[in-house]
């Protein structure tokens, strides 16, 4: 038997390396895609892998074998043999890569099944082979190229499921190309071929011509496999080009979840269409106090009960959904209950269709804006209140002022009528008395007024606080349902305090508890008694006067806020806040306190602490007994007197003439110039205070300055005089009596006999 040699075609077997070497390459990149990918593409790309592994091996098998060729003996191959070696290499390279894709382990059992399946195609195609010639192999070449079909496949596993690079995956195709054609033409080398005499009938049936076929399946797995790559290319382009996408969108999330995140004071959630919440951020959580619990909740959690009850929740939301925007202002509940003032902004957030898809929620904590806001309202208010209260005062000084006059006019009028009255008729006499008890009274009245008005002297004086309060019964008459009723002891020191602003913090008191009376009544209580200092008093014995009553009384937080300038209870109108700001201020000017205890309920304490006064000698009254009598002067003198108001002027012209004195009558202060300065002499000016044109003050600088020496008396209301040149200019108050005017007189006249007597040192000329 002769064993006959074979050649080989070399371009063929060059272009079955080539093939071999693409077919590796093209496998290992699509496995690159089936990683990159999931589901339905991986499966996809996992068997445009298994067809580019196995079906260029067997290209380049079947290329291999059209290289080959014997002398003498034509080769052709079976079809169905052809395509069963074709079916075998596929089949086993997808089902080594999925079963290596879902378990690393079964690399090399995957690998030897697919190194076998690939040396079975080898020989079946050798089996397809039709020619007149037996084939015959050598087992050592058989296990060997087995086993190099084996190692390429285990290596061709291992690559498919790791990170490589292009040059990699190049460099390892040619390896493995090399690697494959090793393995083909190791098996062909352990072939031999040995003719035949006659071939079998069915041998050239159906059989295809060598080199045409060998360059068909060349140009179509080439073909094939440029398509894949293309394809692959594509994809991974495709890919990479999403991949940096998704990463600009990833970071740009991340940096807008970073800004987010990082605006700790907004509350800045979403909304689904059905108003819960998506999504929470730390300023949410900072501000009203949930976590990720909230997640999943309606909105409405954080609106108040009464919110709630109104539907405001899903009316915000509806005017989001209609207007695109919804923003405004209310009460927010935090987690723990409390309640914050919150600036709110609901923006509806649609898709690319234009359809709702949520809603972004942003809040705002602005309660100290607001709080701010009421406050800046509060003071607008109290300045407005402070400046009637200005208004009123300076129209009850006025009243007060034009009343003194009247009363002055009164009291001069009855003084005189009752000393000309001749009848001895003592019921005259007691009405004449009272009339003028009751002008008295009217200018204590007056002087409280001037006092409110800061139109008074206020000066500290020794008082009896129990005969301050009887003196001011008066002013204590409110509704017949209320009972006022003063308790005090027998003895009882006194204090130094300012008198009229003592009076006016009794009064407030009262009108305070008056106001806090309810409709059917109640009581105010006015009592005094002695205590020792107390904590922030210095030490030494005080007096302390307080204020009850029976009314609805304060909570803890009116309480609080009671003694602050312009806070009040009483509504816009009806209170100015000052009351017992102004009873604090003079308690502690005067070394003492206010003390305020109250509950709901249960009425009322207000104390005034005053220090116990060491001096017990009390003021003279200023008040002049009606039933005194003028004494005459000792000499008749010249008056001017000057007044504006024609009934004072009168009565004080007659109450001087009354007296014997010579009386020139003055209108204003620029008549009683021209008379100064027509008249051969005026020994005293008698001349009111506010006048129009030049004032009393005014009045006598003039006369200062044109006839010095003569006197001036001023007759006013008014105890403080702003801009006096002349601070020791005698005064008289009004109203005043008879007797008070010639008190003053006389003690002017010797005042200026006095002044005349002493006579100047003139030193001598040397």
Not at 54 to 66: D, E
Not at 100 to 122: D, E, F, P, T
Not at 621 to 636: D, G, K, L, M, N
Request: charged residues 20%.
């Amino acid at each position: 038997m002769h064993h006959h040699p074979g050649s080989h075609d070399p371009v063929l077997v060059a272009l079955s390396v080539l093939i071999a070497a693409l077919s590796s390459y093209t496998a290992l990149d699509l496995a690159t895609r089936m990683r990159a990918a999931s589901g339905l593409a991986s499966l996809a790309w996992l068997g445009a892998a298994a067809v580019a592994m196995g079906g260029g091996i067997w290209s380049m098998h079947f290329v291999a074998m059209l290289a080959f060729s014997l002398p003498g003996v034509d080769i052709s191959y079976d079809p169905l043999l052809t395509l069963l070696s074709l079916a075998l290499p596929i089949l086993v390279a997808a089902a080594a890569f999925v079963i290596v894709s879902q378990r690393s382990n079964a690399l090399v059992v995957s690998g030897i099944g697919m190194g076998l399946a690939i040396s079975g195609m080898h020989y079946t195609g050798m089996t397809a082979m039709r020619m007149a010639a037996s084939i015959h192999y050598d087992p050592l070449w058989v296990v060997l190229s087995i086993a190099i079909g084996i190692g390429a496949s285990i290596v061709a596993l291992w690559l498919a499921f790791r990170m490589t690079s292009v040059l990699e995956r190049i460099a390892a195709g040619v390896v493995m190309g090399l690697a494959i054609s090793g393995m083909h033409y190791a098996a062909m080398q352990g072939s031999s071929f040995i003719p035949m005499d006659g071939v079998l009938g069915r041998a050239a049936f159906g059989t295809v011509g060598q080199a045409p076929l060998a360059f068909l399946i060349a140009g179509t797995t080439i073909v094939v496999l440029v398509i894949g790559l293309a394809v692959a290319v594509h994809d991974r382009s495709s890919a990479e080009r999403a991949g940096r996408e998704a990463e600009a969108l990833r970071r740009s999330e991340e940096k807008f979840r970073l800004l987010v995140e990082g605006v700790a004071d907004h509350a800045i959630f979403m909304l689904d269409p059905e108003g819960r919440v998506a999504n929470w951020n730390l300023g949410a959580i900072r501000l009203i106090g949930y976590g990720e619990e909230i997640v999943g909740a309606d909105y409405a959690i954080l609106h108040t009960d009464e919110d709630r009850d109104a539907g405001v929740p899903e009316a915000v939301l509806l005017d989001a959904r209609r207007e695109g925007k919804s923003a405004g202002e209310g009460w927010r509940v935090r987690k723990d209950g409390s309640r914050f003032w919150a600036e709110a902004t609901i923006r509806v957030v649609r898709n690319e269709r234009g359809e709702a898809i949520g809603f972004a929620n942003i809040v705002r904590d602005v309660t100290e804006r607001r709080r701010a806001q009421e406050a800046l309202e509060r003071t607008r208010d109290a300045l407005v209140v402070s400046q009637k209260m200005e208004t009123v005062g300076q129209l009850t000084g006025g009243v007060a002022h034009d009343f003194n006059n009247i009363l002055a006019v009164i009291t001069g009028s009855l003084e005189l009528a009752k000393k000309r009255l001749q009848t001895e008729d003592p019921r005259i006499h007691r009405l004449l008395d009272n009339a003028i008890h009751g002008a008295l009274r009217g200018a204590s009245l007056t002087q409280r007024m001037l006092a409110f008005a800061r139109k008074q002297d206020l000066k500290p004086v020794v008082v009896d606080v129990p005969e301050l309060v009887r003196g001011m019964s008066a002013l204590l008459k409110f509704n017949p349902a209320i009972r006022v009723e003063t308790r005090f002891p027998i003895e009882l020191a006194k204090v130094k305090v300012d008198a009229n602003q003592l009076e006016l913090a009794v009064l407030n008191l009262a009108v305070n508890a008056r106001d806090a009376m309810t409709a059917s009544g109640g009581t105010i209580s006015i009592a005094a008694r002695e205590e020792q200092a107390i904590d922030g008093l210095a030490e030494g014995r005080y007096v302390a006067l307080s204020v009850s009553d029976t009314g609805s009384g304060m909570d803890e937080e009116t309480l609080k806020h009671a003694q602050e300038p312009f806070f009040t209870t009483k509504g816009v109108g009806k209170g100015t806040g000052l009351g017992l700001s102004m009873v604090k201020g003079l308690a502690e000017q005067s070394g003492g306190v206010l003390m305020l205890k109250s509950r709901i309920g249960e009425g009322t304490t207000a104390e005034i602490w005053l220090p116990a006064s060491q001096d017990e000698k009390l003021p003279e009254p200023h008040a002049v007994e009606p039933s005194r009598t003028a004494p005459r002067s000792h000499r008749p003198v010249s008056v001017l007197v000057v007044d504006d108001d024609l009934l004072v002027l009168d009565s004080i012209a007659a109450m001087l003439d009354d007296l014997g004195h010579a009386v020139i009558e003055a209108r204003s202060g620029e008549e009683a110039v021209q008379l100064l300065r027509r008249t051969p002499k005026v020994d005293i000016v008698v001349t009111d205070y506010a006048m129009p044109g030049m004032n009393g003050l005014q009045l006598a600088e003039t006369v200062a300055a044109e006839h010095p020496g003569t006197p001036v008396v001023l007759c006013t209301g008014y105890a403080e005089l702003p801009g006096s040149a002349q601070p020791h200019l005698p005064r008289i108050s009004k109203p005043f009596d008879q007797a008070a005017l010639v008190a003053v007189m006389e003690e002017v006249m010797r005042a200026r006999a006095d002044a005349r007597s002493v006579l100047p040192l003139r030193p001598k000329r040397a």
